[in-house]
């Protein structure tokens, strides 16, 4: 694995549906609407939306401009690190897409040791950061990363 170079984990998200102020659509969500929308949500009704936040292991890294962020929480996903990063490719021997609905962590570590390789700038790194998740009354589950953006999660 290669070590990463001072990148700052930004986020990724995608909307969330846990009041009717927020779209369905894919979309980043800032951290704090997502938390206001889950409080305001139990203000309405309690226990209505559920959230807990702990440390958890997370791989991050760059291939250029476009960086990528992958929880360590069983899901084996990756999402664009941040909303520049949505549809970026590694261009790799196969390049992959970073999509807001997660791409598989095989196919970005690979592209990016393949990238790394080739004389290119790409590096990641596994560091522990706090992580939020929760889900709404309507099924929606979500994730957010380090304080940052939010993504909806299977």
């Known amino acids: 694995m290669f070590q990463h170079f001072g ?6 998200a995608v909307t969330l549906a846990l009041s009717p102020a927020v779209s369905t659509s894919y979309a980043y969500s800032p951290y704090a609407d997502v938390v206001k929308a889950c409080d305001n949500d139990n203000q309405r009704k309690a226990g209505t939306c559920k959230k807990a936040e702990k440390p958890a292991g997370v791989l991050h890294g760059c ?10 929480d ?3 996903q990756c999402y664009p690190a941040n909303s520049s990063s949505v549809g970026g490719i590694l261009h ?4 992959v897409k970073l999509v807001a609905t997660g791409v598989n962590i095989e196919a970005v570590v690979k592209a990016c040791d393949y990238i790394h390789e080739h004389k290119q700038p790409c590096s990641y790194s596994t560091d522990t950061l706090p992580v939020l998740e ?5 099924g929606t589950r979500f994730q957010c990363v380090n304080k940052q953006e939010c993504h909806a999660v299977r």
């Open 7 to 12: 990148f700052r984990v930004a986020a990724f």
């Open 63 to 72: 291939a250029g401009s476009v960086c990528f962020v992958c929880p360590a």
């Open 74 to 76: 069983g899901r084996r």
């Open 92 to 95: 790799a021997n196969m390049d």
């Open 134 to 138: 929760g889900s709404a009354a309507s």
